[in-house]
């Protein structure tokens, strides 16, 4: 059996499709970039039958990103396939995922269809993904929760028509370790085909087992880990990526040398750019990338990191490209120090959007004497995000205080028309917001509203997080700045940007609910 494990990253699919972490065209390009870096073997770029929007990116990563094998995921529907072919035509290395639910409460109510139906299903999608690519992975949606015979007959079927990749996933997080490992053991046994298969993990943490049930399928032989950065996906999220990286590289020594080819120091990089691109935080205790991974605060554990690392660390920061927080640039920096900069953070940044992130990153070096990491990725990821955003905030002025009821005058571009409002608020946001509201007719509602610091220090930007919901769709939008009035301005327009794209992206398929 082969030592290797391959890394199949489903950040810009099932990662995407949690609440509030949907990107733009330019947002996952950028992201997809950075995975080819980080040295995954997979990325799943979308599944373009859902919308016009997953289509064109798939289409756009097949051609700009070569290295890693390109994959389009797929219902075992006729037109779900043809659309996945089309995503691809570009890639170099095409792969398409076909899945359907083979446990019986998916059988009965979700697809009514007995089992000859499904195995008849399997049998005619893998063969049609053949006839347009080589590379087919196959999916047993519910899988843990299937009869494990039934689930022979499938994946059975599933390697005579064709598929080389077989996954078991653990759709609804349900599965332990044991009975995974013991699930893909049996299968491995008896599937036919089995040996020249490739069996494939896919976890959902929703008893915050994803990792620990990932780790029994490798060591029952799965030798494919579908997983996201930072462990975002659909409810509680799925595997972490970064998390059964590291377990695999620290204790190669209980996983029988088994490795990963995943460039560990751009662990750290990837973990940052996801966060920033979608606006939410990492959980500071979040094992490997969290704020306190590597913060020893007992003064114990101090005295013993400073005798000798290991006394208390396992791994260093290092090996997962954490950076001290040094400072990185200051307002003397010029056009070549900011791109080198830019591309060791992972954001390779072109032509106009370059000028414009150069221009906002002197105007903050002109207020902000220390220039971090974290101010970068926010200037960058702030001019990334607004290539194809429908409200443009400009000029904005407000009145606030003890003395007069606080007002705010403020200019925003809609469709690229100048529109300017003034209102009053119990404060300057919601002023600021008010005005906002206006000039965009909005009919969202404000879930929350959150203010954090991006770096230490009095002059440190805010950075603000808000939370809006129309339609049951949840967007979260961010903005950063020294003023946190600003800030909250940009996140609140920013999130309004992604119900709008949300609207132009015509769904065709149902609601991504797999
Ligand atoms: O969770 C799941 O079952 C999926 C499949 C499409 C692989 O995401
Ligand atoms: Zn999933």
């Known amino acids: 059996?082969?030592?290797?494990?391959?890394?199949?990253?489903?950040?810009?699919?099932?990662?995407?499709?949690?609440?509030?972490?949907?990107?733009?065209?330019?947002?996952?390009?950028?992201?997809a970039r950075q995975l080819a870096k980080l040295g995954v073997d997979i990325i799943e770029a979308g599944f373009p039958i859902a919308s016009e929007g997953d289509l064109e990116s798939v289409k756009a990563i097949s051609r700009a990103v070569?290295?890693?094998?390109?994959?389009?995921?797929?219902?075992?529907?006729?037109?779900?396939?043809?659309?996945?072919?089309?995503?691809?035509?570009?890639?170099?290395?095409?792969?398409?995922?076909?899945?359907?639910?083979?446990?019986?409460?998916?059988?009965?109510h979700k697809l009514r269809m007995s089992?000859?139906?499904?195995?008849?299903?399997?049998?005619?999608?893998?063969?049609?993904?053949?006839?347009?690519?080589?590379?087919?992975?196959?999916?047993?949606?519910?899988a843990t929760r299937s009869d494990w015979d039934f689930l022979v007959e499938v994946f059975s079927a599933a390697v005579a028509a064709g598929a080389s990749t077989l996954n078991v996933p653990d759709t609804v997080g349900y599965t332990t370790p044991s009975e995974y490992h013991a699930l893909i053991s049996y299968l491995r046994q008896h599937v036919?085909?089995?040996?020249?298969?490739?069996?494939?993990?896919?976890?959902?943490?929703?008893?915050g087992l994803a990792v620990a049930n990932s780790l029994a399928a490798i060591r029952a032989g799965a030798r494919q880990v579908e997983c996201t950065v930072n462990g975002i996906g659909e409810r509680a999220g799925n595997t972490a990526m970064e998390e059964v990286v590291m377990v695999l590289k620290t204790r190669r020594d209980a996983f029988e040398g088994v490795d990963t080819g995943i460039v560990t120091s751009e662990i750290y990089p990837t973990s940052r750019m996801l966060s920033s691109i979608i606006g939410v935080p990492v959980q500071p205790n979040k094992a490997v990338v969290g704020d306190n991974a590597f913060a020893h605060e007992a003064g114990i554990h101090q005295d013993g990191v400073l005798k000798h690392s290991m006394t208390y660390e396992i791994m260093t920061p290092q090996s997962i490209g954490r950076p001290s927080n040094e400072l990185v640039l200051g307002k003397h920096s010029g056009r070549h120090a900011f791109r080198e900069r830019l591309l060791e953070l992972g954001f390779d940044v072109q032509d106009d959007a370059f000028e414009a992130a150069f221009?906002?990153?002197?105007?903050?070096?002109?207020?902000?004497?220390?220039?971090?990491?974290?101010?970068?990725?926010?200037?960058?990821?702030?001019t990334v995000r607004q290539a194809d955003d429908r409200f443009v905030l400009g000029d904005l002025s407000i009145v606030?205080?003890?003395?007069?009821?606080?007002?705010?005058?403020?200019?925003?571009?809609?469709?690229?028309?100048?529109?300017?409002?003034?209102?009053?608020?119990?404060?300057?946001?919601?002023?600021?917001?008010?005005?906002?509201?206006?000039?965009?007719?909005t009919k969202s509602e404000l879930l929350r509203y959150q203010v954090n610091a991006i770096t230490a220090g009095m002059d440190a930007q805010g950075e603000v997080s808000v939370t809006l919901s129309e339609d049951a769709r949840r967007v979260i939008g961010h903005g950063a700045h020294t003023d946190i009035i600003v800030a909250s301005a940009k996140a609140y327009v920013h999130a309004l940007n992604k119900l709008e794209w949300h609207k132009r992206r015509h769904d065709v398929a149902e609601p991504k609910g797999i």
């Open 192 to 207: 036919e085909g089995a040996a020249e298969a490739c069996f494939s993990l896919h976890c959902h943490n929703d008893l």
């Open 359 to 382: 221009k906002r990153f002197k105007a903050l070096a002109d207020k902000k004497k220390s220039i971090y990491n974290e101010d970068l990725e926010a200037i960058v990821c702030d």
């Open 115 to 142: 089992r000859e139906q499904v195995l008849a299903e399997v049998d005619r999608a893998v063969r049609q993904a053949r006839r347009y690519v080589d590379d087919v992975e196959f999916s047993a949606e519910d």
């Open 1 to 31: 059996m082969s030592d290797r494990v391959l890394i199949f990253d489903t950040t810009l699919r099932d990662g995407e499709q949690s609440p509030g972490c949907s990107m733009n065209l330019q947002e996952k390009l950028t992201l």
């Open 66 to 108: 070569r290295e890693p094998v390109i994959c389009a995921l797929a219902r075992t529907r006729a037109a779900d396939i043809e659309h996945a072919q089309e995503a691809l035509a570009e890639a170099a290395r095409p792969r398409i995922h076909t899945f359907i639910a083979t446990s019986d409460i998916h059988l009965e």
């Open 400 to 441: 606030s205080g003890t003395f007069a009821a606080p007002h705010a005058t403020l200019e925003l571009a809609v469709d690229g028309e100048p529109h300017r409002a003034t209102a009053q608020g119990t404060g300057p946001v919601d002023a600021v917001f008010r005005a906002i509201a206006e000039l965009t007719q």
